[in-house]
């Protein structure tokens, strides 16, 4: 089990860009997907991009185009690069880990805030 700590978040204005960092305490090569999930006042918590140990990586169609998420085994951190920000991505995000193909997201961090003024 490795603990996930946020950093990057901060106010921006809308059209302006963040870069999100997620620091694994252990190694993260051998985690079979790491993600971004955000969570918005009175909403839902939804899911904004995953990237599989293989490479393979997924977003919510609300940001394709805009960010990016990798990962660097080397330095245990994975990256959300936030271009273009919008108001409606005003939100608390946070960092998971999916350590197998047999587990769901179970272990995450204490999130960071993004807000986004217009």
């Known amino acids: 089990q490795v603990q996930l700590v946020e950093s990057g978040g901060g106010l921006v204005q809308a059209g302006g860009s963040l870069r999100l960092s997620c620091a694994a305490s252990g190694s993260i090569g051998s985690i079979f997907q790491m993600g971004w999930y955000r969570q918005a006042p009175g909403k839902q918590r939804e899911l904004v991009a995953t990237?599989?140990?293989?490479?393979?990586?997924n977003y919510a169609d609300s940001v394709k185009g805009r960010f990016t998420i990798s990962r660097d085994n080397a330095k245990n951190t994975v990256y959300l690069q936030m271009n273009s920000l919008k108001p409606e991505d005003t939100a608390v995000y946070y960092c998971?880990?999916?350590?197998?193909?047999?587990?769901?997201?179970?272990?995450w961090g204490q999130g960071t805030q993004v807000t986004v003024s217009s």
């Open positions: 990237i599989f140990s293989a490479g393979a990586i």
């Open positions: 998971a880990a999916r350590p197998s193909v047999w587990r769901s997201f179970d272990q």
